[in-house]
T-cell receptor, first 116, second 115 residues
Framework: DVKVTQSSRYLVKRTGEKVFLECVQDMDHENMFWYRQDPGLGLRLIYFSYDVKMKEKGDIPEGYSVSREKKERFSLILESASTNQTSMYLC???????????????FGEGSRLTVL | GDSVTQMEGPVTLSEEAFLTINCTYT??????LFWYVQYPGEGLQLLLKATKADDKGSNKGFEATYRKETTSFHLEKGSVQVSDSAVYFC??????????????FGRGTSLIVHP
């Protein structure tokens, strides 16, 4: 069964802490994405990556960075967590190009981060 | 840029009622269209999709038809169950440079089904 795994389902951090959210996929997908989900705002794209060591800013990259050293792993980093980054974070992956799965996203279960 | 607009919720129905959740989109080119579902406490999962005009996607009794002339992809189900209670997201993916697809999501519609 194909899978996207997020390392932590629930995290509680303090303002100013550095936070790492890890995501691993076992489908050999080139594309990986980080979203945050907030009530009434839906999903907003933070960063995405087309390939190893490549990254592109999404709609709301401020306050975040990412790392993709290996194809299967895409990490989201909050350099100095703030209370307005309290949210649900969703990782997803997809295949590039044409084909029956083109554009289809596979999601992890989410990481709920609370910043105090 | 691309955008997806879906009806605001929550939508509250009794079991066995008919469901429609409206979704319209704006996109250049020929996007693929998707409905994702998010059950409480879980991530999103694909419910159905359509990749070209007039295609009908269907799964678990849900269906949606890709209407290019009205730029719509409305989700329907003839008889909802309590277990269908979830948040439903309409989405599109358009091809970008290099052959990759950039997804765009609607804000989600919460469905609550009462026994």
């Amino acid at each position: 069964d194909v899978k996207v795994t997020q390392s932590s389902r629930y995290l509680v951090k303090r303002t100013g802490e550095k936070v790492f959210l890890e995501c691993v996929q076992d489908m050999d997908h080139e594309n990986m994405f980080w979203y945050r989900q907030d009530p009434g705002l839906g999903l907003r794209l933070i960063y995405f990556s087309y390939d190893v060591k490549m990254k592109e800013k999404g709609d709301i990259p401020e306050g975040y960075s990412v790392s993709r050293e290996k194809k299967e792993r895409f990490s989201l980093i909050l350099e100095s967590a703030s209370t307005n980054q309290t949210s649900m974070y969703l990782c997803a992956s997809s295949r590039p190009g044409q084909g029956s799965q083109a554009g289809e996203l596979f999601f992890g279960e989410g990481s709920r981060l609370t910043v105090l | 840029g691309d955008s997806v607009t879906q009806m605001e919720g929550p939508v509250t129905l009794s079991e066995e009622a008919f469901l429609t959740i409206n979704c319209t989109y704006t996109a250049t080119g020929y996007p693929s269209l998707f409905w994702y579902v998010q059950y409480p406490g879980e991530g999103l999962q694909l419910l159905l999709k359509a990749t070209k005009a007039d295609d009908k996607g269907s799964n678990k009794g849900f269906e949606a038809t890709y209407r290019k002339e009205t730029t719509s992809f409305h989700l329907e189900k003839g008889s909802v169950q309590v277990s269908d209670s979830a948040v439903y997201f309409c989405a599109l993916s358009s091809p970008a440079a290099g052959g990759s697809y950039i997804p765009t999501f609607g804000r989600g519609t919460s469905l609550i089904v009462h026994p």
